[in-house]
């Protein structure tokens, strides 16, 4: 649920709450600060609530703030310095926070990135003109205008990214169009719903608002779309006390993934005892499967993706790199390595802004897993050479995904060595977009600023690799 705070002071604000209370799409709660003749016209909802705090007041609307993170401020109010004055206030306080400000003041600019001003003048003349003779209707104005015709912004982590647009229709809506990169697909029932589509769909008013909400609903999914189910694989040449501490952090991570299971898969047997002990985690979301052949690994895994959905290997940093990476790069799965520091010890997951495109592929991913394990998320630009300008794009995707699913993230630059930073970091997760690049071999590389290159040389923390396209 996304919180949205309304500064209200007009006849045109007291319309707005009206639409706002008797809306029934309720995935927003509203905070809104108004007077209380306005509050009085106003019928109040389970998911409104009224502030007696004058916004124009820099330290009353810092105490309103402070308490609640909000993903959007509504600013529609009469007077032209108070509407001015509560901008600068929100923007004192929280510099790149999403505005819609509502003006009837032409000769008013608001040079920000972060503000949508909407000036009722225009949109009215836009309106009229729109009833002209021979003037096309915009897609606002077509059909009955009593909600048939919608549009939808697939989020990131939605249960219909990645499917195909057959497997989703139903008898009384249709997807009739997709924008995606700035084009517009006619969609087949073939095509594929991909994050950030924006879709146009028609079909019956009441149906239509529940297939928003189900399009717009964030699921935690991860280890999906890569697949549902972890797999772990155990190396019995390695010392017992290594076995079970990566067993148990393999079943710490299952608890925090619901709608899993585990299958643990166990090569080089060499102590039926300590099999004996592995079977006693069996349960009904826990499977060992016995591989006493080890040159049969590869072709086992290669059953076992597929045969059992898996979505996220689990596996040892040297076992990984000695015989397994090339294999497990081709499966296109996400990949756990095991570090020196638990994962249940670790309470902040690092991202080193890379190729715009692999960032903003994995973004879903590493902010529902973030969420889920209940991690702090910093997105870190290290650079030898403090040139921050060529990830500006990456920060601006970021930081939007943070404001529309009120996730919290630290954005770090920094001039330093990034393999040094990392080297010198305590107890955190690190994240990797996962391409050819890493798996190459420093010795080959020693002079390529690839710094992905040397990523798998460093054991110290745990990695989660997420695969990207190439």
Excluded at 49 to 77: C, G, H, Q, R
Excluded at 225 to 230: A, E, S, V, Y
Excluded at 405 to 432: G, M, T
Aim: some cysteine; glycine content about 4%.
């Amino acid at each position: 649920m996304k919180n949205i705070l309304i500064l209200a002071n007009s006849e045109m604000a007291k319309h707005f709450l009206e639409w706002v209370g008797k809306s029934r799409i309720d995935n927003n709660r509203y905070y809104i600060t108004c007077s209380n003749h306005l509050k009085s016209t106003v019928e109040e909802t389970g998911n409104l609530s009224f502030l007696a705090e004058d916004p124009t007041s820099y330290l009353k609307l810092k105490n309103i703030m402070s308490e609640i993170s909000f993903s959007a401020v509504f600013i529609v109010m009469n007077d032209r310095e108070e509407a001015i004055y509560s901008y600068k206030n929100v923007r004192m306080l929280y510099p790149k926070l999403r505005i819609i400000f509502v003006s009837k003041w032409d000769d008013l600019e608001l040079d920000d990135s972060y503000v949508k001003v909407i000036n009722v003048n225009e949109l009215m003349a836009s309106h009229l003109y729109e009833h002209l003779p021979d003037v096309p209707i915009v897609a606002k104005n077509i059909g009955l205008g009593r909600g048939e015709i919608m549009e939808v912004l697939v989020p990131f982590g939605s249960s219909y990214a990645y499917r195909h647009v057959g497997s989703v229709s139903h008898s009384k809506w249709r997807i009739a169009v997709i924008y995606r990169a700035q084009k517009q697909i006619l969609p087949s029932s073939t095509t594929m719903i991909k994050p950030n589509d924006r879709m146009i769909i028609v079909g019956n008013p009441t149906v239509l608002e529940g297939a928003y909400r189900r399009i717009t609903r964030r699921k935690g999914l991860f280890p999906e779309p890569f697949g549902k189910n972890l797999y772990l694989i155990i190396d019995m040449d390695h010392e017992k006390e290594d076995i079970i501490l990566q067993l148990n952090e393999a079943i710490f991570l299952l608890k925090q993934l619901s709608k899993s299971r585990l299958y643990i898969r166990v090569t080089h047997v060499t102590s039926l005892e300590l099999l004996d002990e592995l079977r006693e985690f069996e349960t009904d979301t826990i499977q060992l499967l016995v591989n006493y052949h080890y040159d049969k690994l590869l072709n086992n895994i290669d059953y076992d993706t597929v045969y059992y959905d898996i979505g996220l290997f689990l596996i040892d940093n040297s076992l990984f790199k000695s015989s397994l990476q090339d294999r497990l790069y081709m499966q296109k799965r996400s990949i756990y390595l095991f570090g020196e520091y638990p994962l249940y010890d670790i309470s902040k997951a690092v991202i080193l802004m890379g190729d715009e495109e692999a960032m903003e592929s994995i973004s879903s991913s590493v902010f529902d897993l973030s969420e889920r394990l209940g991690l702090e998320l910093n997105l870190c630009n290290y650079d030898p050479e403090g040139d921050f300008s060529e990830k500006k794009n990456i920060i601006e995707h970021y930081e939007r995904l943070s404001n529309l699913y009120s996730f919290h993230i630290d954005i770090v630059e920094k001039k330093s060595n990034p393999i040094v930073e990392l080297r010198d970091a305590d107890e955190i997760l690190h994240i990797v977009p996962f391409n050819r690049s890493v798996l190459k071999k420093p010795i080959a590389n020693f002079f390529s600023r690839k710094f992905s290159h040397y990523f798998l040389s460093i054991k110290k923390h745990p990695q989660l690799l997420i695969p990207v396209e190439e």
